[in-house]
Nanobody, 122 residues
Framework: VQLVEFGGGLVKVGGFMRLVCGGY????????MGWLRQASGKERKFVAA????????YDADSVKGRFTISRDNAKNAVYLEMNSLKPEDTAVYYC????????????????WGQGTQVTAPQ
């Protein structure tokens, strides 16, 4: 499956941004999906994950209550809605798919998008 992220850019602190990940290929609905991010000079970190059906989700503690992951298998899409953005949310955000239908914070992902930059400056 090929993954493409949309929706990054510059946003004010405290603002809202929605990222979209489009999946191209068969059996998109079978994959567990995740969003991860990498700030400049730092390692890539887990943000959120969602199971194949959308019935189970996980959020990193740093985004809990502010970010929401969801998916629409009919549209081959996964979303990340980000509220109350902080400067520390600034990073390249990656969409990822794993062959396991149940993504968790520790999941290994097999397919990655190219990433999209989100910047919430001080």
């Amino acid at each position: 499956v090929q993954l493409v992220e949309f929706g990054g850019g510059l946003v004010k602190v405290g603002g809202f941004m929605r990222l979209v990940c489009g999946g191209y290929g068969r059996a998109f609905s079978r994959y567990g999906m995740g969003w991860l991010r990498q700030a400049s000079g730092k390692e890539r970190k887990f943000v959120a994950a969602i199971s194949w059906s959308g019935g189970t989700t996980y959020d990193a503690d740093s985004v809990k209550g502010r970010f929401t992951i969801s998916r629409d298998n009919a549209k081959n899409a996964v979303y990340l809605e980000m509220n109350s953005l902080k400067p520390e949310d600034t990073a390249v955000y990656y969409c990822a798919a794993g062959r396991s239908p149940y993504s968790t914070p520790g999941s290994r992902y097999d397919y990655w998008g190219q990433g999209t930059q989100v910047t919430a400056p001080q």
